[in-house]
T-cell receptor
């Protein structure tokens, strides 16, 4: 079974702090994703990585950056957290471009006060 | 552009009732994949089914069944004899084929199903 883990289930940070959300997958998947989930908006893609050190912007990249130094790990960085970044963050991985299912982690509920 | 609409925000049913979750999509791509995911209270999205646009056969898996109708751009999901464990948020999603770029999953806004014992 594919296992995608996220470093924290719940996180509370203050406005202006730098925040790191970590995601690890154990199935040697090439592609990894960061989504944000908000009520009434569904899931929206923040960033996508198709390989180590490779990244692409998703639909809502503003205020976020990412890092993928190792294949199994994909980090989402909030350079200066703001209250409008309070949300559920979901990481996903996918085998590669010719596969379609994405496998999700349990999510990190981030609150910025 | 891709769009997935789940008009039902919340549904409540009594245990053992059947329930259908609606999904309508828009895409200019002639080939694409459709998905259903379940998000239980634990938060993790669980993959349920993938369907490609070439295949309009309905699919049944235990108490779950899916009705794909290309003519109406719908991919509805029915749970027969619902159980309390079915309580979750259900997402319909679409991705174009062949893949270019991220080939992101385009999600609907989800339907929260509550099964009352």
């Amino acid at each position: 079974d594919v296992k995608v883990t996220q470093s924290s289930r719940y996180l509370v940070k203050r406005t202006g702090e730098k925040v790191f959300l970590e995601c690890v997958q154990d199935m040697d998947h090439e592609n990894m994703f960061w989504y944000r989930q908000d009520p009434g908006l569904g899931l929206r893609l923040i960033y996508f990585s198709y390989d180590v050190k490779m990244k692409e912007k998703g639909d809502i990249p503003e205020g976020y950056s990412v890092s993928r130094e190792k294949k199994e790990r994909f980090s989402l960085i909030l350079e200066s957290a703001s209250t409008n970044q309070t949300s559920m963050y979901l990481c996903a991985s996918r085998l590669g471009r010719n596969s379609y299912e994405q496998y999700f982690g349990p999510g990190t509920r981030l609150t910025v006060t | 552009a891709q769009k997935v609409t789940q008009a039902q925000t919340e549904i409540s049913v009594v245990e053992k009732e059947d329930v259908t979750l609606d999904c309508v999509y828009e895409t200019r791509d002639t080939t694409y994949y459709l998905f259903w995911y379940k998000q239980p209270p634990s938060g993790e999205l669980v993959f349920l089914i993938r369907r490609n646009s070439f295949d309009e056969q309905n699919e049944i898996s235990g108490r779950y069944s899916w009705n794909f109708q290309k003519s109406t751009s719908s991919f509805n999901f029915t749970i027969t004899a619902s159980q309390v464990v079915d309580s979750a948020v259900y997402f319909c999603a679409l991705t174009p084929y062949p893949q270019t770029g991220a080939n992101n999953l385009f999600f609907g806004t989800g339907t929260r199903l509550t099964v009352i014992p």
